[in-house]
């Protein structure tokens, strides 16, 4: 298997402009997860889906995010106006099935950089 | 909030030397606690994993040791090599926070020649 697929790998915008992240899940996964990484905050969750439903969205920072998951090898995270403080590396992560004690696997991250 | 603190954040060890990572917890109702291993430009992998049912595992040179009534758990790196240089994070999740994981900051390892 490829694993967890993720594009694009860099991507740099100006403050203001939309920024679309994509992700597409190990075949098989049932769950797929986002998550931001950044030096001051560590890991942390974004959203994550069960079954193309989103389950959980608190970690989303605010309305300027968004997620979708249309089918269940493609998921979006959607950053509009994106800002300078959006700069981070966004992972996504699928696993199999539901429940707790499944190893995620995550993809290689889009390193985002906002000017 | 940070549900899962980790220490240290930086770690040298020399190669053959033994490397210890701890972290703590304060949500009794977590009940998986894995260890996630990164390299630079790499997303997070799995590297060993515990439940609070057994007090240590143990996977070739990487351990894993549990303290329920503490709430901490500690990955040990045995004979430490160049190789295992890398960022380690601890994480814990439960099901009745769904089972999205809660990472701690990371421990920054190099392993010396």
């Known amino acids: 298997d490829a694993g967890v697929i993720q594009s694009p790998r860099h991507e740099v915008t100006e403050m203001g402009q939309e920024v679309t992240l994509r992700c597409k899940p190990i075949?098989?996964?049932?769950?797929l997860f986002w998550y931001r990484q950044t030096m001051m905050r560590g890991l942390e969750l974004l959203i994550y889906?069960?079954?193309?439903?989103?389950?959980?969205d608190s970690g989303m920072p605010e309305d300027r995010f968004s997620a979708k998951m249309p089918n269940a090898s493609f998921s979006t995270l959607k950053i509009q106006p994106s800002e300078p403080r959006d700069s981070a590396v966004y992972f996504c992560?699928?696993?199999?099935?539901?429940?707790?004690?499944?190893?995620?696997?995550f993809g290689p991250g889009t390193r985002l950089l906002v000017l | 909030q940070q549900q899962v603190k980790q220490s240290p954040q930086s770690l040298i060890v020399q190669k053959g030397g033994i490397s210890i990572i701890n972290c703590a917890y304060e949500?009794?109702?977590?009940?998986?606690f894995p260890w996630y291993q990164q390299f630079p430009g790499k997303g997070p992998a799995l590297l060993i994993a515990?439940?609070?049912?057994?007090s240590e595992k143990k996977e070739g040179r990487f351990t894993i040791s549990f303290n329920k009534s503490a709430k901490q758990f500690s990955l040990h790196i045995m004979d430490s090599q160049p190789g295992d240089s890398a960022t380690y994070f601890c994480?814990?999740?439960?099901?009745?926070?769904?089972?999205?994981?809660?990472f701690g900051k990371g421990t920054s390892l190099l392993v010396t020649p």
């Open positions: 515990i439940r609070p049912d057994v």
């Open positions: 994480a814990a999740s439960g099901t009745n926070s769904g089972y999205a994981l809660n």
């Open positions: 075949s098989g996964h049932n769950s």
């Open positions: 992560a699928s696993s199999p099935t539901s429940g707790s004690g499944k190893t995620q696997y």
């Open positions: 949500n009794t109702a977590f009940d998986y």
């Open positions: 889906f069960n079954n193309n439903v989103p389950i959980d």
